[in-house]
């Protein structure tokens, strides 16, 4: 069964930098889960697809909230993908989840059938 972790939220100011980690598990080829994505959520709005890394590895896809700023990367090896924020803004507050199994729209999160726990990401200014 195929599982994934997140981990490496935490409180930070404005203009700081957090590496969010996600360890997949359970996955015998890298094409059972297309692409790996991250999503972002806080009360009472909808889940927002904010970058995602294709199963190969070579196509990136960022929303334009974080354009520039995160950067999305796969260390397959270590079956973890990573999310690297920059600059962050108080508005990138929320609970960061890791997802797996899209392989139409990367920024659906219907499309995504594994969701990690999410962990929490607080900036302050």
């Known amino acids: 069964q195929a599982q994934l972790e997140e981990s490496g939220g935490g409180s930070v100011q404005a203009g700081g930098s957090l590496t969010l980690s996600c360890i997949y598990s359970?996955?015998?080829?890298?094409?059972?889960?297309?692409?790996m994505g991250w999503f972002r959520q806080t009360p009472g709005k909808e889940r927002e697809g904010i970058a995602a890394?294709?199963?190969?590895?070579?196509?990136?896809y960022y929303a334009n909230s974080v354009k520039g700023r995160f950067t999305i990367s796969q260390d397959n090896a270590k079956s973890t993908v990573f999310l690297q924020m920059n600059s962050l803004k108080p508005e990138d507050t929320a609970s960061y989840y890791c997802?797996?199994?899209?392989?139409?729209?990367?920024?659906?999160?219907?499309?995504?059938?594994?969701w990690g726990q999410g962990t929490q990401v607080t900036v302050s200014s």
């Open positions: 997802a797996a199994g899209a392989f139409y729209r990367w920024d659906r999160p219907q499309e995504y059938n594994t």
């Open positions: 359970g996955y015998t080829s890298r094409y059972q889960y297309g692409y």
């Open positions: 890394i294709s199963s190969g590895g070579g196509t990136t």
